[in-house]
């Protein structure tokens, strides 16, 4: 499963202190921590992303269509 070890590599870490970005993760085997955001990025995967072609699209178009996405999931 994830574990978040991508967000603790050292150029990552550098990165984010050279962006002044904070990093802040859940604790271990604590997933309630960040239940919400967790149900947020599911449906978004499910519902938006996975199953499309998404060849071809600008980054624009791309945009638009996940900003309407948003509106109407929100």
């Known amino acids: 499963s994830d574990r978040g070890w991508h967000y603790r590599t050292p150029d990552w870490v550098?990165?984010?202190?050279?962006?002044?970005?904070?990093?802040?993760?859940?604790r271990k085997g604590h997933s309630p921590d960040n239940a919400a955001c967790e149900g947020f990025f599911g449906n978004l995967k499910v519902e938006f992303f996975h199953g499309r072609d998404w060849s071809g699209w600008t980054a624009e178009a791309f945009m638009e269509l996940l900003d309407g996405w948003m509106a109407a999931y929100s």
């Open 14 to 26: 550098r990165a984010c202190g050279e962006a002044g970005v904070e990093r802040s993760m859940s």
